[in-house]
């Protein structure tokens, strides 16, 4: 998928998050831990996507081999970042997400955070 029709997908899935949030009761105006999922089947982009988000202000922590029998690519990389969340913010998060993951030779899943 082209990086144009990836930041519409994500994007239009962006309001449905925030709207699960909203309705379990979620302070979006708290920071809080947003974690970005991201697949590869380069065990070397790892080097490259780490250092890449790391300058963008993430931490990355988690990297593990998936099942390769899974349709999956056989890497994923979870990044995490401490923001407030509103609507805006995470369509940028989401545009630098993947067109990170595109220069690194990656798939952007999406992201996730905990329900307070």
Request: charged share 30%; proline share 5%; aromatic share 8%.
């Amino acid at each position: 998928m082209d990086k144009v029709a990836a930041k519409k997908l994500q994007r239009s899935m962006n309001p449905k998050t925030i709207l699960a949030l909203v309705e379990n009761d979620c302070n979006l105006s708290k920071s809080r831990p947003i974690t970005n999922v991201f697949y590869s089947s380069n065990p070397s982009c790892k080097t490259l996507l780490d250092r890449e988000l790391r300058e963008c202000g993430y931490k990355v922590h988690k990297f593990e081999m998936m099942d390769p029998t899974d349709d999956r690519p056989e890497y994923c990389f979870e990044a995490t970042i401490i923001h407030p969340i509103d609507s805006d913010w995470i369509d940028n998060l989401t545009d630098i997400c993947i067109d990170l993951a595109s220069d690194c030779c990656a798939e952007y899943d999406g992201w996730y955070t905990e329900v307070d």
